[in-house]
């Protein structure tokens, strides 16, 4: 069985890495696996793409369709019309996609009108705001979709309620986890560490790159206004996404303690994230991780897909507001962050369940 394996957009190559190695362990012990490892294009950028390729050791993907920037329906057409052309000239058994990126539903899309299979891995999660394009994405992607590998109960739910009968899904658990266990021991120190002195427990992590925060000037200013001014002169680092750089150069904010630089390869933000006193983002990938690693993490959303890590992990959901900003970084800095769990499956394993559930396929 030929699978093709999709990656687009930054969070899904950790999704991708620990399958494509459980798909070469099973070759090397004869199951009849083969996989197509297919690069939309959709990020390109050396910091947001060929690093994490380097690190994470994925090979060379065999394909790139070199999809690029564009609005939504831009790059979902190119993505389509480049995907279904290497479909009809070389087709695959089953198309795998992960996670919620435009790729993701763009690829299932093109491979389901050929009468190709579907698995997608990360399925059923569900933020039910559709201003966000990933839930779009989740929902098209689902609604197609033959195979649902899921991360929690809470997807198992919600896929349950959409009528998807239980042999399709897989409760596996979390290949980003997969990813983050395998390679905790190797996490690497940052250039920025020695030049600003860092210490453990001494400095903040912040992304933000969700259109609603970041594409406003007004939204993005008054945001990080009030992380500065609550942040009691800790060291503020902000790798900062291109889609964030394009705004914030227009607004002229500098402060002694917020300090802005390049997107970190995997290896170098999770060694920052894993010595952080917290961290505070917008993305959902993160939180997941924030919560593995005990480190108490603030969402700068009204909702979240990933209900597990406010529940049981160290995530806490703040609004899109400035305003709560203040009682939340008092709180953490009076020591009273809650310390979390860890959600059942996310164990390390997660590839390996998903390769024996397509081994019996
Ligand atoms: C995308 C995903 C989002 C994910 C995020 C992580 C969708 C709908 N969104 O959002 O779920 O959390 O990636 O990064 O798929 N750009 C570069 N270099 C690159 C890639 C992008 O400069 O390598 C620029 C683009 O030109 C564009 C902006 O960044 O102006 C946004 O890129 P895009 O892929 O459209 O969406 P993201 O905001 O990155």
Not at 10 to 22: L, S, V
Not at 92 to 116: E, P, Q, Y
Not at 295 to 322: A, F, H, Q, S, Y
Not at 330 to 345: D, R, T
Request: with cysteine; aromatic share 6%.
């Amino acid at each position: 069985m030929l699978i093709d394996i999709i990656a687009g957009a930054r969070p899904n190559f950790m999704k991708i890495a620990p399958i494509i190695h459980a798909i070469q362990k099973a070759e090397d012990n004869g199951s009849k696996l083969k996989y197509r490892l297919v690069h939309t294009g959709q990020h390109y950028d050396k910091k947001m793409s060929g690093d994490f390729f380097e690190q994470l050791n994925i090979p060379h993907p065999d394909v790139n369709l070199e999809s690029g920037s564009g609005t939504q329906a831009e790059q979902t057409a190119k993505i389509m019309v480049r995907y279904e052309a290497l479909l009809l000239e070389k087709p695959c058994d089953l198309t795998l996609v992960v996670g919620d990126v435009t790729s993701t539903m763009a690829c299932s899309i093109a491979a389901k009108k050929l009468n190709i299979k579907v698995a997608h891995v990360e399925a059923g999660i569900r933020s039910f705001d559709l201003s966000m394009p990933e839930e779009i994405n989740r929902m098209v992607t689902d609604s197609i979709t033959d195979y649902f590998f899921t991360t929690s109960e809470r997807a198992n739910i919600n896929l349950k309620r959409a009528s998807v009968e239980d042999e399709r899904i897989f409760f596996v658990g979390n290949t980003m986890i997969d990813t983050l266990l395998k390679n905790r021991s190797r996490f690497m120190k940052p250039e920025v560490w020695d030049e600003l002195k860092l210490n453990e427990s001494g400095y903040i992590v912040m992304t933000l790159h969700r259109p609603a925060n970041v594409d406003e000037e007004h939204k993005l200013k008054g945001l990080i206004q009030e992380i500065v001014d609550h942040s009691q002169g800790m060291p503020l680092l902000f790798p900062i996404h291109p889609r964030t750089a394009k705004v914030f150069e227009n607004l002229g904010i500098t402060h002694d303690n917020l300090h802005l630089i390049e997107p970190l390869p995997y290896l170098e933000f999770n060694f920052l994230v894993e010595r952080s006193r917290a961290v505070i983002t917008d993305s959902g990938g993160i939180t997941e991780e924030t919560t593995v690693m005990g480190i108490p993490c603030m969402t700068l959303r009204d909702n979240t897909e990933r209900p597990e890590t406010c529940e049981l992990g160290t995530n806490e959901l703040l609004g899109t507001d400035p305003k709560a900003i203040g009682p939340a970084m008092a709180k953490l800095f009076s020591g009273q962050w809650k310390k979390g769990g860890i959600p059942q499956l996310w164990d390390g394993k997660t590839a390996e369940r998903i390769i024996e559930c397509l081994n019996e396929l």
